[in-house]
Nanobody, 116 residues
Framework: QVKLVESGGGLVQPGESLRLSCAAS????????MGWYRQAPGKQRGLLAT???????NYADNLGGRLTISIDNTKTLIYLQMNNLKPEDSAVYYC??????????WGVGTQVTVSS
């Protein structure tokens, strides 16, 4: 079992930046990929970015270069730096892990609201 805890969400104004964090604990030795997804009301959960244990990143195509995913040296803490936030970025942001055994784990999510 892998436990994921997200933090860093909140209310920001358009154009501002935010950094989300996700800490993994438990059976971390099996982690292959960590990532971020988001889900807005009435929409499906969608991929934002993933990062492997060796730092290889993958981003969704429609982000305009505004997001950066990173991983710390312990390989159990990831970040999502979001710049120039827009109202359409408002959503619940979820941390995700996939293990080498193809198990998927999710955090409970953190709310990001972009509004003036």
């Amino acid at each position: 079992q892998v436990k994921l805890v997200e933090s860093g969400g909140g209310l920001v104004q358009p154009g501002e930046s935010l950094r989300l964090s996700c800490a993994a604990s438990g059976s971390i030795f099996g982690i292959e990929t960590m990532g971020w997804y988001r889900q807005a009301p009435g929409k499906q959960r969608g991929l934002l970015a993933t990062i492997t244990q060796i730092g290889t990143t993958n981003y969704a195509d429609n982000l305009g270069g505004r997001l950066t995913i990173s991983i710390d040296n312990t390989k159990t803490l990831i970040y999502l730096q979001m710049n120039n936030l827009k109202p359409e970025d408002s959503a619940v942001y979820y941390c995700h892990v996939r293990t080498r055994w193809n198990e998927d784990y999710w955090g409970v999510g953190t709310q990001v609201t972009v509004s003036s």
